[in-house]
């Protein structure tokens, strides 16, 4: 059932209603220990026509709830047909330490709530107990890290940190609270001007002062402006704060009906049309990830995905047959750029219908031999409209199975997309997976893809509501085309289904409109999984809502080939990192309109890096192949994806150590919170970091060959290429200002190590045509970073895998198995020692096989040695002997330092550690 409510609820409702009024100030401290006077900020709150006043309380071990009566003198809101809510009922769990959840539910009507099942999120103990999560009981009220009260007249709900007595949520009906049949308004403070997230939109990472729109949509090219109405593919109504102590917090208002979230001075203000008022928050502390990560982990995590969906992709609407993909390939091949993802949007198809080709123009016999010898994994369009051909298998089996959506009369939907009218499967309904599995596995025989793209699931509908249906009777028949409120300020079925069609339920389109690309997300991942076999599927999706990540990976949509949508694509990246979605990117070059040969160099620059690279345009663009411009795009092309492919490895173990939570792609300030210079506008869209360990700032503006980088002072700099230095101790004064970089084409973008890290890259030339091309040889990079009395050392981890098959990684790295290996190095310089250890993260560590062939350390001079006074680099360029089965000699240049010791010299399948000594001849 979609409509669900507690035991909890339904006793409180029983309980008579007193007719007399509680004392002004009376309230019930969660926790205890607030006790602040709100007489002074109830004062600024006004006079509110739909306050209430709390008539019956209950509590328990872990819950705290009321019931309130309506004392307002407004029987509706703005339509009569619009009641306000006579009875309310507020109630707050305490499910951990972290995390508080608050609801208030109607007492005299069932209302919406989203379902407690995946794809959508929702309190999963189990799951949580995969990562240690504690959940406390009664008597661990002392480790709470929140207090909070509810009650009082008008009633309130204050949420405070206990340490630093802030109210990170502050709900009253005195102030902005509206709860009505179809509109509901509520508003908590403003902390300070650092809040992030309420998704999707093509903006700056930090939220500015302004009205935003969250309901599925598609459409061409938006750019946020602050003002209702930009709302785009996916919704996420979540916020990442800063509170003025600097601790961090994430709030998640779990609804998923159409809403506007409005952003002042003073506060955060959610309005929307439907479902209840549901809010969970999550507390963290100084370093912001802490917060996400336990958002994260409600979400029940994201899914690992294959290596080779890591690599470079190579997508276009508008390839007429396969002469041409053919050529394409040639292309790719020639001028020596790894790929591992050719993709095909439309024009494969049989007159656009799903599941269909074209045999014509894509012969079947010739279509298999192509994906087969392309060497690649071979990715098609999937919509989600199921042509009306009453010869195809697939329509009338959806037919006959009846899990299609419903109009208000319990016929199917007639919607128009691209073959023309079309009606859509409903992924929610019982046994879909099946249905859908059928057609995807009858699909496989013709076209053996590697991965599916599944795009226009908002779901689209290009006759806005439902074809055919009588516009005169469109106000009597659906009761959501006049509403009181209307987010955004265009009708909600604009672009999409009617919001009185169903789901296999009876549930409405109005209530679960946010959940269908999720939903055939969750549908495919499962029938690739369970019937194809896939061990790590692969699916993109357009459309999302919180949970989605779990089951696909997502791109940024159809933007502009233009300077402003490069300058939104990191903040986007950033973004769905935090929203649970971090394989994510947006179409490199862009997607609508014609790009140049420079704005294209620029966005290699940029999108060799995203998560997901997928270079895609429109069918009526010039061709944006990176050897459709000129020289120089081409060049930058190659020496950015072999950056890519040489950091591959390294990338993916980021993704694997994650286990499924926190931010992959983060803002430099998630490592460095108190450097006030990090939240400025112009760092929080420019610059990035992976992991905590690398640091990039592309050049996302029409300007120059200069760009200012602000690298973060609580750490040292290595440049990532050069080596060169930017130490804690020096350069302060012009870090703080910025390093005046230069970075013209031709190159990759500026590129930073920490101090104290090791990373693992690999040697990537014209020979890698893909991810199967890379062995198991690493470049092992050392950042020093002096800890005490002279002392440097630096850490890391690699998978120790020598083959990233899926079923390989699934086995070995998914789940409880882990394949990963910290590195860790010292150098003493009085000893004249350093040593690279390589150490199993577990006892259970899966061991396979790799190789270094290479080590360079960076940072030596800054312990004193006499070094090169242009150089900071010690380097081993060649290691002769790398099965490290006997002492292995090398050539170190700087320090004219000649013997490598390897102690306990094993086989490396069998090594639980080894150390390189360097010693003085």
């Known amino acids: ?259 506007d979230f409005s952003l002042t001075d003073d506060f955060c203000n959610f309005k929307t049309v439907g479902g209840i008022i549901h809010v969970k928050l999550f507390l963290g502390d100084e370093r912001p990830d802490t ?16 290596f080779w969906s890591f690599g470079y992709h190579q997508s276009q609407w508008g390839i007429e047959d396969l002469d041409t993909a053919e050529r394409i390939v040639r292309n790719l091949t020639y001028f020596g750029i ?39 994994r071979v990715i098609p369009l999937v919509d989600c409209g199921i042509a009306t051909n009453a010869t195809s298998p697939v329509y009338v089996n959806l037919l006959f199975s009846g899990r299609y959506i419903r109009n208000v009369h319990g016929r199917p939907l007639f919607g128009w997309v691209w073959p023309g009218h079309v009606i859509y499967p409903d992924f929610s309904a019982p046994d879909m997976t099946e249905l859908w599995s059928s057609f995807l596995t009858d699909f496989y025989t013709d076209f053996p893809f590697g991965g599916i793209w599944l795009d226009m699931n908002e779901p689209t509908n ?30 909600l079925d604009n672009m999409t289904l009617s919001m009185d069609s169903r789901i296999w339920n009876g549930e409405e389109h109005f209530n679960v409109h946010n959940f269908y690309g999720p939903y055939q997300a969750k549908v495919t991942y499962k029938a690739l999984k369970k019937d194809l076999g896939f061990a790590l599927p692969f699916v993109l999706t357009r459309a999302t809502f919180p949970g989605t990540g779990r089951y696909s990976a997502h791109w940024s949509g159809d933007i502009s080939s233009d300077w402003d949508f490069l300058a939104v694509s990191v903040p986007s990246v950033l973004s769905f990192n935090m929203f649970g979605l971090p394989m994510t990117g947006a179409d490199i070059c862009g997607f609508y309109g014609n790009t140049t040969e420079y704005l294209c160099s620029r966005w290699i620059q940029s999108g060799a890096l995203y998560p997901f690279a997928r270079n895609h345009n429109h069918e009526k663009a010039i061709q944006q192949s990176f050897w459709s411009f000129g020289p120089t795009l081409l060049h930058t092309a190659v020496v950015c994806l072999r950056l890519r492919y040489a950091l591959l490895k390294q990338y993916y173990t980021y993704f694997v150590k994650s286990r499924g939570v926190g931010m992959i792609v983060r803002p430099p300030f998630f490592e460095f919170p108190n450097e006030s210079k990090l939240g400025r506008d112009e760092v929080l869209n420019t610059h990035f970091m992976l992991s905590d360990q690398l640091l990039f700032a592309p050049i996302v503006t029409n300007r120059s060959n200069f760009t200012v980088v602000y690298l973060p002072d609580g750490a040292t700099w290595y440049d990532l290429l050069t080596g060169a230095r930017f130490g804690r101790q020096n350069l302060l004064e012009e870090r703080s200002l910025g390093i005046f970089v230069y970075n013209p084409l031709n190159m990759t973008p500026p590129a930073y190590l920490r101090g104290g890290a090791i990373i693992c890259m690999q040697g990537v030339d014209y020979a890698t045509k893909s991810t199967k091309y890379l062995n198991a040889s690493f470049k092992v990079l050392v950042g020093l970073d002096e800890v005490d009395q002279g002392i440097a050392r630096a850490q890391g981890e690699i998978l120790t895998l020598g083959d990233y098959d899926e079923r390989n990684i699934e086995r070995n790295c998914v789940g409880d198995s882990d394949c ?89 399948a069998e090594i639980s550690y080894a150390v390189f000594c360097l010693k003085k001849k």
């Not at 336990?294 to 294959?306: D, F």
């Not at 074209?358 to 298999?368: A, M, Q």
């Not at 290009?462 to 009708?491: A, Q, S, W």
């Not at 002769?880 to 010299?905: M, N």
């Open 1 to 259: 059932c979609y409509v669900l409510f507690s035991t909890l609820k339904v006793s409180l409702v029983a309980f008579p209603l007193h007719r007399h009024l509680p004392p002004e100030k009376e309230t019930i401290d969660i926790m205890g220990g607030i006790g602040n006077n709100l007489d002074t900020v109830r004062a600024t709150l006004g006079d509110n026509p739909y306050q209430y006043h709390v008539r019956k309380r209950i509590s328990g071990a872990k819950f705290r709830s009321v019931v309130a009566e309506f004392a307002g003198y407004s029987s509706h809101y703005r339509l009569a047909s619009n009641p306000i809510a006579r009875c309310l009922n507020a109630t707050l769990v305490f499910e951990s330490a972290e995390e508080l959840d608050i609801t208030i539910r109607d007492c005299n009507s069932s209302r919406f709530e989203i379902p407690d099942e995946p794809p959508l999120p929702f309190a999963d103990k189990k799951w949580k107990n995969r990562y240690n999560k504690t959940w406390l009981t009664s008597d661990d009220g002392e480790k709470y890290l929140y207090d909070a009260r509810v009650g009082g007249s008008p009633l309130e709900i204050k949420v405070t940190r206990r340490e630093t007595k802030e109210p990170i949520f502050w709900l009253s009906t005195a102030a902005n609270f509206t709860y009505s049949e179809q509109y509901l308004e509520y508003q908590t403070p403003r902390l300070t001007p650092y809040v992030f997230g309420m998704g999707q939109r093509n903006f700056g990472f930090r939220l500015r002062k302004g009205t935003y729109t969250l309901w599925n949509r598609d459409t061409l090219a938006d750019l946020e402006t602050g003002e209702p109405g930009h709302n785009l593919y996916g919704s996420h109504p979540m916020y990442l704060m800063r509170e003025r102590e600097g601790r961090f917090h994430v709030l998640f208002f779990r609804n998923s009906n159409a809403m």
């Open 291 to 306: 917060a996400i990560r336990r958002y994260h982990e409600y979400l029940r995590g994201h899914r690992l995905l294959p």
């Open 338 to 376: 790894p790929t591992d993802g050719f993709w095909f949007d439309l024009d494969y198809m049989y007159k656009r219908q799903l599941f269909t080709v074209d045999t014509d123009r894509f012969h079947l016999k010739r279509l298999r031999r192509f994906i087969r010898r392309s060497g690649m």
């Open 462 to 491: 290009f006759c806005h509501g439902e074809c055919g249906r009588d516009e005169n009777m469109d106000i009597m028949l659906d009761k959501y085309r006049v509403l009181p409120y209307v987010p955004g300020n265009r009708t």
């Open 820 to 908: 990963i290996y910290k590195l860790s190095s010292i150098f003493k310089p009085n000893e004249h020692l350093f040593s690279l250890e390589f150490t199993p993260r577990t006892d259970a560590t899966f061991t396979d096989f790799i190789m270094v062939e290479a080590l360079t350390v960076y940072g030596f001079h800054a312990q004193g040695l006499q070094l090169d006074a242009a150089s900071n680099v010690i380097a081993i360029a060649e290691i002769a002997d790398t099965s490290w089965r006997k002492k292995v000699k090398a050539h170190i240049e700087v320090l004219d330092l000649s013997l490598i010791h390897i102690s306990e010299p094993t086989r490396q």
